[in-house]
């Protein structure tokens, strides 16, 4: 079976290239393009990972993430942040509103699947090494 990733992101390039890469590596790909709807769709299934842009129209990404937290069904789900945000404090932000991680944006075609994969193989609580 395919592992399934929620992403939530509003940028369609970026959500593009994103589901292109992981559909290549054998990933399922659903994709939202805000916060509600993302939120709607962890609802309705329950994915193996959720990779979430912070910078999103009407509900800001750090919401997303505490109220993704809020359900049962993905409390053990890895939520990882896929941002610009890249300055001191926003790794820590993005993890104490309930991310396991952070990759940053501009993501590299080349590690991107890698630094996903190493998420899902790890357990909940421990985010990868050299993870930002």
């Keep these: 079976m395919k592992r399934q990733v929620?992403?939530?992101e509003d940028n369609d390039q970026n959500r593009y290239l994103v589901t292109f890469?992981?559909?290549r590596h054998g990933f399922e790909v659903v994709s939202a393009a805000d916060g509600p709807q993302g939120i709607g769709l962890a609802e309705q299934r329950t994915p193996d990972l959720v990779l979430l842009d912070i910078q999103l129209p009407t509900m800001h990404g750090y919401d997303v993430a505490r109220s993704l937290r809020e359900l049962s069904?993905?409390?053990e789900v890895p939520i990882v942040a896929v941002t610009s945000y890249a300055m001191v404090g926003d790794r820590e932000?993005?993890?104490s509103a309930g991310c396991t991680g952070y990759i940053e944006k501009p993501i590299n075609p080349e590690?991107?699947?890698g630094e996903v994969e190493a998420y899902l193989a790890r357990p909940p609580s421990t985010a990868p090494e050299g993870s930002r």
Excluded: K, Q
């Design 93 to 95: 932000r993005a993890l």
């Design 73 to 75: 069904s993905l409390e």
């Design 21 to 23: 890469l992981l559909e």
């Design 6 to 8: 929620l992403l939530i």
């Design 111 to 113: 590690t991107f699947v």
